[in-house]
């Protein structure tokens, strides 16, 4: 799918429920969860909590939760359906000289181990203090070390695609084992949800093969 039909979708009216609400729906993020929060604009989504940060990697979403879990709980009422999209900043390194970020592991199944088992500890976490709660890890989408580098230092001179490459093993990778490892069989939210990361990764392709043209 390209870009512009992508847009043209996400403009489609967006059939309300009707049924009552069974689950809070809460987003613990990043500067990702930050950008959908942007996006939130009909009524329906002022039910979303936002527990959102840039840059933050699976380990701080992890602190984060064991310090303030036990009051968020307590200050929302039923149960709590919790959306993770955290994993990003997980896959590279910031250099504080350079400015540049790089690829952080070089073992993919160091780094398989490490998300999952962060994500099954936040979701345990989640059930321990509400057993009636529910989660959902999202896939994490497409994303280049190199056009991210090149946005924000526009004269680099040094090639990053060799790191792409493996960058993008790495997510697909990270992503089958997110699938593996849901709590729940497959919701109409992660069907969409699939098919969403599924254009993202179409888009991603076709701009890259584009400007390497």
């Known amino acids: ?10 403009k489609r009216p967006i059939q309300i429920p009707t049924t009552p609400r ?3 729906p809460i987003v613990i993020g990043n500067s990702i969860g ?5 996006q939130a604009s009909l009524p329906l989504h002022s039910e979303i909590h936002w527990w959102c940060k840039g840059g933050r990697t699976v380990v ?12 968020e709980v307590q200050l929302i009422t039923g149960n709590i359906w919790l959306y ?3 994993g990003t900043c997980d896959f590279t390194a910031f250099d504080r000289k350079t400015k540049y970020i790089t690829l952080k592991y070089q073992n993919t199944e160091e780094l398989v181990e490490h998300l999952v088992k962060s994500y099954k500890e936040i979701i345990q976490i989640l059930k321990g203090l509400s057993p009636g709660s529910q989660a959902t890890i999202v896939e994490i989408p497409i994303f ?3 056009a991210w580098n090149k946005a924000h230092k526009p004269n680099i001179q ?4 060799d790191q792409d490459h493996q960058l993008e093993h790495q ?8 699938r593996n490892s849901q709590p729940r069989k497959p919701t109409l939210f992660t069907k969409l949800q699939h098919r969403f990361i599924q254009n993202i990764n179409q888009t991603t392709t076709h701009v890259s093969k584009r400007d390497n043209q």
Do not use: C, H, P
């Open 22 to 24: 069974e689950f809070r």
């Open 1 to 10: 799918m390209s870009l512009a039909k992508l847009k043209k979708s996400y």
């Open 171 to 178: 997510l697909l990778e990270v992503n089958k084992a997110i």
């Open 144 to 146: 280049s070390i190199e």
């Open 60 to 71: 701080q979403a992890l602190d984060w939760l064991k310090q303030n879990l036990d009051t």
């Open 84 to 86: 993770i999209i955290i």
């Open 34 to 38: 930050g950008r959908l929060r942007q």
């Open 158 to 161: 040094k090639i990053f695609r």
